[in-house]
C-alpha cells in the first residue's frame, strides 16, 4: 500500500511541476464556478484568450439563482466580454501562479453591466486549477488549461 501512495505521489507532483497558470499569446483558459456576490448569486462560465503575455480578451456568462432583478421581469443572466492583464511575468510570480486584474462590460436582461475584478489561478497540474476573482462581480471555482 505504501508503495502505491509513494507512487501516486510521484505521478501527481510530477505533473504538477509542469503545470503553468499562464504562457501569454495564445493561452486558453476555461473557468467554472460559483458567482457569490455581484448582480446576485449563482454560476459563472468564462473562457480567456492569450494576445500576448500581458493582455487576454475572453467571454462569460453568469447564471443567477437571486439577487439582480428588473422592472418587467426576473432576468438571471450575464452576458459579458473581459479583458485581464496577466502580472505573472511583471511581477515574477511561479508558474503555477497568475494574478491578473480586469474588466468585464456586457448585459443584465436590458441593462447595461459592467464590471472590475482582480483574479488568481493557481494549477495542481498541467491542466486543473483554481480561481478566484473579487470585485463588482465575484466568483471561485475550477480553471482548465486548454
Do not use: C
Amino acid at each position: 500500500m505504501k508503495k502505491l501512495v509513494f507512487m501516486f505521489m510521484v505521478v501527481f507532483f510530477g505533473t504538477a511541476v509542469n503545470a503553468q497558470a499562464w504562457t501569454g499569446k495564445g493561452d486558453q483558459k476555461v473557468q467554472l464556478g460559483f458567482s457569490a456576490w455581484g448582480y446576485g448569486t449563482g454560476i459563472t462560465g468564462t473562457y480567456d484568450y492569450g494576445l500576448n503575455k500581458l493582455i487576454s480578451v475572453g467571454a462569460g456568462l453568469n447564471g443567477y439563482f437571486s439577487g439582480y432583478k428588473n422592472n418587467n421581469n426576473d432576468n438571471k443572466v450575464f452576458i459579458f466580454g473581459r479583458l485581464n492583464f496577466h502580472l505573472k511575468e511583471a511581477l515574477q510570480l511561479p508558474e503555477k501562479l497568475d494574478i491578473y486584474p480586469g474588466v468585464d462590460l456586457g448585459v443584465v436582461g436590458k441593462d447595461f453591466g459592467i464590471g472590475a475584478h482582480i483574479g488568481a489561478r493557481y494549477f495542481f497540474t498541467e491542466r486543473i486549477g483554481v480561481f478566484a476573482e473579487v470585485g463588482n462581480n465575484g466568483s471561485l471555482g475550477v480553471s482548465v488549461n486548454l
